[in-house]
């Protein structure tokens, strides 16, 4: 009987073009955390106060990680045109200047809307409502960036891609949904979206020319997907931990 015996190695699959490459990584907002039941509840409006509370409390070790994560990234740059381009996102989040103005910065923004939302300031600081599995998540983020080479700690920031919708959901829904709570608070919200679309133009054009070949871009899809899960495995623990008592 005759057997077919395969070639030793198969030919490496092309490189996807640059456009194709891009609206596959595009195409991973079907992942994206807006649309976990949790975050369809809350922008729904269908969320006690008790767990928008919960949500606030939650999500402020992940803001308080960004721009641990984003230094992280930055001391491994050699470039320094990339690094003056990223030293921004630190600055966004943690704030120039004093705490008071527009430049307090997105840790503050988001400390109005723990205000804004009911809870205390000494609260929202100590991190004592933060959940386990949350705190595991976002902490497995930060040691990515930090441990990664730079490109792909870059690549797992493209989430912002799907951002602005997020965000301008809640913009839409909350003060109809909820308006116990101070607009003022929402602030954040507002600032992000024109914020994400400028680092996203940044994170798509370097790991565009990064991940040339193949198998680097399904790494890169591969990296997109791990951070979409940390963002989904966050809302999974807020939701557990929004139902036991306050």
Not at 95 to 124: C, N, P, Y
Not at 223 to 238: G, P, Y
Request: proline share 7%; charged share 25%.
């Amino acid at each position: 009987m005759d057997i077919a015996i395969p070639p030793a190695s198969a030919a490496s699959p092309a490189p996807w073009s640059p456009a194709e490459f891009e609206a596959r990584l595009r195409d991973k907002g079907a992942a994206y955390h807006i649309h976990h039941p949790f975050n369809r509840r809350l922008n729904a409006g269908a969320c006690t106060p008790h767990e928008v509370r919960c949500w606030v409390a939650n999500r402020f070790y992940y803001q308080v990680c960004i721009p641990r994560k984003d230094a992280a990234i930055l001391a491994n740059m050699p470039d320094r045109a990339e690094r003056r381009l990223w030293t921004l996102r630190v600055l966004d989040h943690d704030g120039h200047g004093d705490f008071a103005g527009d430049a307090a910065g997105g840790i503050e923004a988001w400390a109005r809307l723990g205000q804004a939302v009911g809870l205390e300031r000494e609260e929202l600081w100590s991190l004592r409502r933060v959940a386990p599995g949350v705190r595991f998540a976002c902490d497995a983020y930060v040691n990515f960036a930090a441990r990664a080479p730079w490109q792909e700690a870059v690549c797992s920031s493209l989430t912002e891609m799907f951002a602005p919708q997020i965000h301008k959901d809640r913009l839409a829904g909350w003060p109809r949904h909820y308006p116990w709570i101070d607009p003022r608070g929402l602030a954040y919200f507002r600032s992000r979206i024109p914020l994400a679309s400028r680092d996203v133009e940044h994170g798509l054009r370097v790991t565009l020319a990064h991940f040339t070949t193949r198998a680097a871009q399904q790494r890169a899809l591969d990296i997109l997907q791990f951070k979409l899960d940390i963002l989904w495995s966050m809302l999974d623990a807020i939701e557990k931990a929004c139902h036991e008592p306050a």
